[in-house]
């Protein structure tokens, strides 16, 4: 099963820094809106499986409970 969560990257990260970061997880990222509403930053799509998701915020997060079912509640 597909899953996705949309959240915001730094603007400076390229979309090839983007595609190496989230490769080993196997995730592919939609572009969602260029200039979004986290301080302007890029709103990016990640699609892939649940437990991919959940394994690539584990490892980019600070890891606390509280911010993983923050981010867990996102998913799709």
Do not use: R, W
Not at 35 to 42: E, I, L, S
Not at 45 to 65: A, F, R
């Amino acid at each position: 099963m597909t899953n996705s969560i949309q959240l915001d990257f730094n603007h400076e990260m390229t979309f090839g820094d983007l595609a190496d970061l989230i490769e080993p997880y196997k995730l592919q990222a939609k572009l969602v809106e260029l200039v979004g509403p986290g301080g302007g930053n890029p709103s990016i799509e990640l699609i892939g499986t649940y437990k991919n998701i959940v394994s690539y915020l584990n490892d980019y997060t600070d890891g606390t409970d509280e911010d993983m079912k923050f981010f867990v509640d996102q998913i799709n």
